[in-house]
């Protein structure tokens, strides 16, 4: 049974002296959450998690920014690895799209199915990079994967499945090298804690210390990694 990605992220914890949980999103759909003195953080996550699908509904709310939409003119920018590089049309190019000299070069004859060939190209990148960067992190922190799979999925940015199958969705490639490494790291950590628990997110800081930045880039931009 696959094991889905939905960590629900406490953004900020307020003690207060109140006797019950408070849940607010922030208008950047940031969670606040105002918490007794003295209830135990595991306590505060269980009803947390317990209140995901209202979190989560009032977060799209707010987070319902349309994607940046792609006509494939010359000097449109693209992402790749957190930069981004502007589109140029050639003649009659092989393959039909490379990144070369700080650009996209497409060919003319390819703009009618662009972006099919640009996600071909995501794709094929993608899988280089999730390999090279699941194989480098397995290796550092020893823990180890069956397989490796690019999904096209849309939010969900990476999962991990009790045949310890990792999957990452091929958008994800265009997101900066940390955010990268970060879901990477965040699917590694499932293969030893399932869930997201305190020893899971103690488990991922202690592999990737800056993780927090990484997390919050994704879910700033995360809506920009879209064709
Ligand atoms: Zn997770």
């Not at 990605?5 to 900020?12: L, Y």
């Not at 940046?68 to 140029?88: I, M, Q, T, W």
């Not at 940390?178 to 030893?192: F, G, P």
């Amino acid at each position: 049974m696959p094991t889905s990605d939905d960590a629900i992220h406490i953004d900020r914890l307020i003690r207060t002296k109140r006797r019950t949980l408070a849940l607010q999103i922030g208008a950047d759909g940031r969670l606040i959450v105002r918490a007794p003195q003295r209830m135990p953080l595991r306590d505060i996550e269980r009803h947390v998690q317990a209140r995901a699908d209202w979190i989560r509904k009032h977060q799209e709310r707010f987070r319902a920014r349309p994607a940046p939409e792609h006509h494939y003119r010359p000097g449109e920018r693209f992402l790749y690895l957190g930069a981004e590089y502007p589109l140029a049309l050639v003649e009659n190019a092989r393959p039909a799209l490379a990144l070369v000299d700080g650009e996209f070069r497409l060919s003319r004859a390819a703009l009618p199915r662009a972006r099919q060939v640009f996600t071909a190209w995501y794709r094929a990148r993608a899988r280089e990079v999730f390999t090279q960067r699941a194989v480098e992190h397995a290796r550092q922190v020893g823990v180890s994967f069956e397989n490796l799979r690019v999904s096209s999925a849309r939010t969900r940015w990476g999962s991990c499945s009790n045949q310890r199958t990792l999957s990452f969705t091929w958008r994800l490639v265009m997101a900066p090298p940390e955010a990268i490494d970060y879901v990477v790291i965040h699917e590694l950590a499932h293969l030893q804690v399932r869930g997201h628990s305190r020893d899971f997110w103690a488990l991922v800081a202690g592999w990737m210390p800056a993780w927090q930045p990484a997390a919050a880039w994704l879910k700033e931009n995360g809506y920009k990694l879209s064709l």
